[in-house]
């Protein structure tokens, strides 16, 4: 299985799933992996779940670790308040989860090796993007070099590669990449909050937002936006 086995982090969200579609059809055999960190909803649970089902994946798992315990974050804090004032140049938002993508790449790469799996595929973006750390591809290149140190299968000759096809791309490329694989991108979650409808006001939902409008796919913005 090593050759063609992929584990994709699958937040719910617009990128992980593209990611994910883009390694499926490469035909890489795609193995879903959410996880239920504290966050303050459970809708991208949700939506993760849909799109691993919709994409047919060979499996999918959700781990729980909850990094609210702690908390350093709006996401995971409901006494911070979520910013609605848009991105800042320069200022990583208090949406920011303190070692999230650290604590779930590791646990990603252990899964792997498990699992015999070339590929951990991550639907990081470091372009249209709220300024995180851990979205930026030197972040990666460090990653990868400890992920070629730290395990059995890596020291053999056949670790994991740490895979992430979006990394340099615009918003716009992604959601031109996601309608060209037609994943159903209403069924995807990408806003902070968890109301029934998306916000279109977090950063998330604004940049996503930004992006469907240059798409011609007004219909599929946060209702607030329209």
Known sequence: ?????SIALLSG??????????????????????????QRHHRELEAAAYIANYLELHEHQTIDINLAAWGGSSLTDVKQSIPIK??????????????????????????AEARGANQLILGINAMDYSG???????????????????SKAAREGHGTELWAPLIHW??????????????????????????????????????????????????????SQL
């Open 132 to 150: 995180y750390p851990d979205c930026r591809a030197d972040y990666l290149l460090a990653y990868q070099k400890l992920a070629n140190l730290s």
């Open 86 to 111: 848009g991105v800042m140049k320069g200022v990583i938002p208090n949406t920011y989860v303190p070692g999230r993508n650290t604590v779930f790449i590791a646990i990603g790469l252990s899964f």
């Open 13 to 38: 969200g617009l990128d992980s799933a593209t990611a994910a579609a883009i390694a499926k059809e490469a035909g890489q055999n795609v193995i879903g992996l959410s996880f239920n960190y504290g």
């Open 170 to 223: 615009e918003k716009i490329q992604i959601v031109e990449e996601a309608l060209r694989l037609k994943i159903p991108i209403e069924r995807t979650w990408s806003c902070y909050k968890g109301q029934k409808q998306a916000c279109g006001q977090c950063d998330s939902c604004r940049i996503r937002d930004e992006a469907l409008k240059k798409a011609g796919r007004i219909d599929l913005c946060s209702n």
């Open 1 to 5: 299985m090593r050759n063609n086995t």
